[in-house]
């Protein structure tokens, strides 16, 4: 029997924020928020003064392009394509219902 989903709190650039996850997807919710909030806090510091929100558009561009190029990010062994975009998926749904 599976568990309910939870809610989980991650902190990106000061901020809290609550994800509704499945449990069994709470261990990576927390590894990818504190690598986006590592990004996040890099552009920060070698920027001159930003938004938050073009501060993580940034960041988003960045971690898009190491995925597309194969750099630092790199799948879980055993991991499918197929599964990482069902992560993805559900940790989207999950933003959208909060």
Known sequence: MTQPN???TVRVMEKDYRIVCPPEE?????????????????IRKTSKVLSTERIAVLAALNITRQLLEGRE???PEGMADEELEARIDTLLEALERD
Do not use: I, K
């Not at 709470?26 to 890099?42: H, I, K, P």
């Open 26 to 42: 709470q261990g990576m919710l927390l590894r990818t928020a504190e690598y986006l909030n590592d990004e996040m806090a890099e």
């Open 6 to 8: 939870r809610p989980v």
């Open 73 to 75: 990010l790199s799948l």
